[in-house]
């Protein structure tokens, strides 16, 4: 019995908030419209950094998990640069060279370095066009430290690099963007003008992003040339090298990364109390750097949500407390046929909840088709964690019952008779 009895209740506040949505539409979609455009915010960014988190852990996993990165400079959120030698201390350190990425492949501990510049440039294939796509300098034997396969034809060859040779690997997205249904393999594309033979088709398991030291994963059109050549015929500086380096697989990556750093600062003649001019930066370290940044969207997102929410918890009180006024005789006649104050102020919550998650599933459907539109027609792979849809519900239904205990508690408070006397 108590069970149906909370059914009827709920079930009547549902009603009753409907037929306060119809009779007072502007006042009920201010209402609705500041639920819906928190939990639109709330959902179309969770859709996205729920997309861009399992990416990048792909990303960082397709190198393996002992590989490690060395840079110039450092990496970090709380390094800050404004173009002065003193905030930007960095800029003294020494390039790496393609002879200290030679001498840390002859390490012991080491299995595999790969030397990396990244750009981007203009493809072209006959009347087909990628402007701003990206390419990558790599040395040979690249993927035994970066991840991914080659899918059809070949990777390019240690001579090929050594030579300069136009030879570009291109990933799975461009050879649909350039070519469609037709084989790329030993057809030539221009890369900023200049003629290149498709020798190869890579795929990577990553999906956005990439590692700092690989564009090569994505669903953005890439392309992998030879360092060689892409220094020889297209401008690449040596000054933005980086290397990810591969340990073996009896090694602990401390240990090698021990003795790239005694080999590194052995070779640039680093006194033992100077600190190190380059710097090295694991997959953990980047998870914790990625993490830092993408910290700062989050408090983006429950700022402009906590916004959207406070608009509609005021649409609230404004129209709960309209229909408390409205509906005065109504309450003095339950009363007095016997509903109590608990049943009262139950009804009028139900209402209010019920105005608040009308509003969250309009943001939810919103945030929902633009996070598919995003993840259809954007390298950004978004897509709303179910969590997400929970937490949305559930907070515009807390929002609807604390703005909505006010004119709740004031409906069950109304003397019968005083309420059956209201004009």
């Given at each position: ?74 990496i970090s959120l709380t390094t800050i640069c404004d173009g002065t030698d003193e905030t930007c201390t960095w800029r003294r350190n020494p390039p ?328």
């Amino acid at each position: 019995m108590r069970l149906s009895s909370l059914l009827f209740n709920v079930g009547e506040g549902v009603g009753i908030a409907f037929d306060a949505i119809r009779s007072n539409k502007v006042r009920a979609a201010l209402t609705i419209l500041g639920v819906a455009v928190g939990v639109f915010v709330v959902v179309t960014l969770s859709a996205a950094v729920h997309g861009i988190n399992a990416s990048v852990a792909k990303d960082l996993e397709s190198a393996g998990p002992t590989s490690f990165y060395m840079y110039r400079r450092p990496i970090s959120l709380t390094t800050i640069c404004d173009g002065t030698d003193e905030t930007c201390t960095w800029r003294r350190n020494p390039p790496i060279t393609l002879s200290e990425a030679a001498r840390i492949s002859s390490l012991p501990e080491i299995a595999a370095v790969t030397s990396h510049i990244g750009a981007g440039a203009k493809f072209k294939y006959k009347d087909k066009e990628i402007s701003g796509g990206g390419l990558d300098g790599y040395s040979a034997g690249w993927l035994e430290a970066d991840g991914g396969d080659i899918i059809a034809g070949r990777d390019f060859t240690y001579a090929e690099n050594t030579t300069g040779a136009n030879v570009v690997v291109i990933n799975d997205k461009m050879a649909t963007r350039l070519f469609g249904e037709s084989d790329p393999l030993d057809k030539h594309i221009e890369i900023d003008g200049k003629p290149f033979m498709v020798i190869g088709i890579h795929h990577n398991v990553g999906s956005f992003l990439g590692k700092p030291t690989s564009s090569a994963a994505g669903s953005d059109p890439k392309a992998m040339i030879p360092i060689e050549a892409g220094r020889r015929h297209l401008g690449f500086l040596l000054r933005r090298l980086d290397l990810t380096i591969k340990p073996h697989s009896t090694v602990p990556r401390d240990q090698a990364i021990d003795a790239v750093t005694a080999l590194i600062r052995g070779q640039r003649g680093l006194r033992p109390s100077a600190p190190d001019n380059f710097a090295i930066i694991t997959s953990d370290g980047l998870m914790e750097i990625y993490d830092g940044f993408f910290g700062v969207f989050f408090v983006i997102m429950i700022a402009l949500s906590a916004v959207g929410l406070m608009v509609g918890g005021v649409g609230v009180v404004a129209i709960m407390m309209i229909s408390v006024t409205e509906r005065t005789r109504e309450i003095g006649v339950r009363k007095a046929l016997g509903a109590t104050r608990k049943t009262i102020l139950w009804q009028f919550l139900v209402e209010a909840a019920t105005l608040t998650c009308v509003g969250a599933s309009i943001g939810l459907v919103a945030g929902s088709a633009v996070a598919f539109l995003v993840n259809r027609f954007t390298p950004v792979p978004a897509s709303t964690p179910p969590l997400a849809i929970v937490a949305a519900l559930g907070v515009s239904a807390v929002t609807g019952i604390v703005f909505g205990m006010l004119p709740a508690a004031r409906a069950s408070r109304l003397d019968p008779v005083e309420a059956l006397r209201y004009e």
